[in-house]
Structure formats: C-alpha cells, structure tokens
C-alpha cells in the first residue's frame, strides 16, 4: 500500500506533473469514492484502481502518422513529414508539409472561415492546333506554355510588330519599263525587249519553207507566204439576185481576208467591190452558167484593181432576176 499511500499523499497535495511521457502511467479511480468497510485504518481503501499510459489516455497521442500510399506515387508526395520527440520535455510534435505552388497561373489561399485550403488557376489544361493546309504556326505545349513558330521577313518582304498587330508588307520594287526594238539581217528578224532595270530578252523569228520575213522599222512585222499549198488566196460563193435588187451572196470558201460589196448598176449587170484593192494581174473571176431557168450568159467585165462586174443575158438582150445559188471562184495569186 505504499505506492497508494504516495499516490494519495501527492494528491491530497496538490502535485501534479506538468508534462507527461507517453509510456508514463496515470493512477484510474473514484475521487472520495467511500469505501466499504468501515474502521479500517488510514489510508481508505477504494474499491478499484487502475493504471493507464498517456499515450492511450490521449487519444491523439496514441496515432502512428503515415502517408497513403506509403511509397507515393510519381509526380505526388505525402502531407505526414515526421514526429519528434523532446528528450527533456517528452513533449511530441507531428510535422505536416504546406502545400506551395510554383506556378503564376496557380494560387492557395485560406477560405475566409478558416477551414479550407482553396486552389484557384487562371490556366486550363488546353492545346492549341492548326487549322487548313497553309504553314503551321502552332508548335507544341510545354508544361503551362504554349510554344508558337516565329514569322521571319524573307527577300522583299518587312514584318513590324505592334501591340495587338503583326504587319506582313511587300517591299515596294522599282518599276521597270521595256524598250521594243527589230532589226533584219538576211531573211529573219530579230526582236529585242531592252528594260530599265537591265534586263534583256531577244526573240530572232526565222523564215521557213515558202515564208519571207519583213521588218517594218514600226513595230511590225510582216510574215508573207511564198508558194506551198495551191500557191493562192481564194474566195468561194454564190450568187443570188432577183428582181430589180443587188445581189447576195453566201460565203463558201474565202481566206483572202477581204469581202465583196455586191451593187446593180443596170439591167443585168452587177458591180463587185472589193474591201481593200488587189492587183488585178494577180487575179482570175470563174463564175459558173448556172441560172434559174433557160439558158443565158454570164460574162465578167470592168475588170480593175478595185473590182468586177457580171453581166446577164438572154440569147438577145441584157436581162435580170436569173442568177440563183451560181457559184463564183475568185483567186488571188501571190
């Protein structure tokens, strides 16, 4: 009864220690708990008591800290950091890690009653792409940065960069004006572009089989055909006239680029006009007797440079309204 003895005699006055271990025991029992049996000597015996170590007593005292799971997983790291123990106060102390960001786009703050951590970002986990077949200016994302390809000025070309704009500008080019000139040395012609900004460029055009080449000192150049083919120009149609009417005509053939003016002159007789004057020593008229109805003549006269007329006839006198679809060859020789 010794140790009770001193357990009460502590109590009784008042000693209590101010720090405790955790493997220290605290003595369990009823304050002024009566006893039962009575004239018994001092000290009263009380009916139970118990031992207890603090670190069962205090609850907190009595957790082991770990981090779940115990071997963390890559990029995450645990909260419990360690518990120490003072050696002369036995008093322990639970380290826990705080929570630190390292990024701008990222903020830990206390919630206004104190009872939360909240995590705000201003960044999203968001890429960026490029968009139709023209030069990709998207790159990649590193961590929170997005990585963008730089615009660089080739040849003739200045980028200026402002505060919301980037301008593209086509460098402006001196303009160059071009000199024609022809000269003719034998048969061909060469032509020549001379520019101001000390370009050149030379075109010799050649005469072939049955061409001749002629340079008009005028900006021209006449390309003449010499023979091949039939060796002449022909203009094919025929002819129509009625009543007192200058006669039509239908286009069959013509490649001498020019055109006939059709007029009646007198009875039975047509004058034909040509566009442009032709050498009439170049040229043969072969109409065809073809006429309406009854046999008559066609004959060509007033043959000149500028034209031709047709006359019609009956067997007696000179008579209209006869010629129908009578073909006319007209040629034009070199």
């Known amino acids: 009864m010794n140790i009770l003895t001193d357990i009460l005699s502590l109590i009784q006055r008042g000693k209590f220690a101010t720090v405790a271990g955790k493997d220290d025991v605290v003595v369990l029992g009823m304050w002024n708990e009566k006893p039962e049996m009575t004239g018994v000597a001092s000290p009263i015996p009380y009916k139970s008591v118990k031992l207890i170590k603090i670190k069962d007593l205090a609850s907190s005292e009595n957790c082991d800290y770990i981090n779940v799971p115990a071997n963390p997983l890559k990029d995450s790291v645990g909260v419990f950091q360690k518990e120490v123990i003072d050696p002369t106060t036995q008093k322990c102390t639970v380290s826990f890690r705080s929570l630190k960001t390292m990024s701008t786009n990222l903020t830990l703050a206390l919630s206004a009653d104190d009872d939360y951590i909240e995590i705000t970002t201003q960044g ?113 149609s025929k002819i129509t006239q009625t009543g007192t009417n200058p006669p039509t005509e239908v286009i069959v053939y013509n490649d001498t680029g020019l055109t006939l003016t059709w007029q009646r002159v007198a009875v039975g007789r047509y004058q034909a006009t040509w566009s442009t004057s032709v050498d009439s020593t170049k040229v043969t008229v072969n109409p065809m007797p073809i006429f309406k109805n009854n046999p008559n003549i066609l004959n060509v006269i007033a043959f000149a440079n500028t034209g031709f007329q047709l006359c019609t006839n009956t067997l007696s006198a000179a008579t209209d309204d006869v010629l129908q679809n009578t073909p006319i060859e007209i040629r034009i020789y070199p």
């Open 124 to 236: 999203e986990p968001n890429l960026a792409a490029n968009v139709g077949s023209g030069a990709k200016v998207w790159k990649d994302k590193v961590g929170e940065t997005l990585n963008f390809k730089s615009l660089v000025q080739g040849s003739g070309i200045t980028i200026a960069e402002s505060t919301n704009e980037i301008t593209i500008t086509a460098n402006a080019q001196p303009n160059t004006t071009y000199t024609y000139s022809s000269s003719q040395s034998a048969a061909n012609v060469d032509l020549k572009l001379d520019g101001s900004d000390g370009s050149l460029g030379n075109v010799k055009l050649v005469a072939g089989t049955n061409v001749t080449l002629a340079d008009s000192g005028s900006n021209e150049v006449t390309i003449n055909s010499t023979g091949g083919g039939v060796g002449y120009q022909a203009h094919v």
